[in-house]
């Protein structure tokens, strides 16, 4: 799978083990998951200004939040309509990640950074797919699907 990576922040180092969580991340995810290994997914990582500006002007909550999730193939009508170009048939989606607020989260949450990306990254992968968490059973099914995947590439809690 394509998978691009953006560090568009300076308040987080990307190191080489951050990338290799990402890349590892995605494509247990596309294994898994059985989704076409051909299509494109974008991860760009930011701060929390930036974060702040996405979620403000798509989805109008104006404050940070640690992922977003744009799908091109979303069929719900809540949803931005993405008008495809050509070019573009085989990208899945973009992941938009606050590094600045993983950070933040990892320390709350007392375990590594590696592990909070890891977790941000596989929820803005199944948010791709479709998934979501506005009722009970819908989070409890995608919380065990991201668990899964943090399981299969060792970021346990």
Do not use: W
Not at 45 to 54: C, N, P, S
Not at 82 to 94: C, K, M, N, W
Not at 120 to 138: N, Q, S, T
Request: aromatic share 6%.
């Amino acid at each position: 799978m394509p998978i691009s990576i953006s560090n568009r922040q300076d308040k987080v180092c990307l190191s080489p083990e951050l990338e290799n969580i990402i890349n590892r991340v995605l494509n247990t995810g596309i294994e898994e998951e059985q989704v076409d290994p051909q299509l494109e997914v974008s991860v760009a990582l930011v701060d929390d200004e930036t974060i702040r500006e996405l979620n403000r002007d798509y989805r109008n909550v104006d404050r940070p939040t640690d992922v977003l999730s744009f799908a091109y193939r979303e069929d719900d009508p809540d949803e931005p309509d993405y008008d495809i170009d050509p070019s573009e048939e085989d990208v899945l989606g973009d992941i938009i990640i606050s590094l600045e607020r993983a950070k933040v989260q990892a320390e709350e949450y007392g375990h590594s950074l590696e592990r909070e990306l890891g977790f941000l990254v596989a929820h803005g992968f199944y948010h791709l797919l479709g998934y979501d968490h506005l009722e009970p059973e819908e989070e409890a099914l995608m919380e065990d699907k991201v668990e899964g995947i943090l399981a299969l590439v060792g970021l346990v809690r």
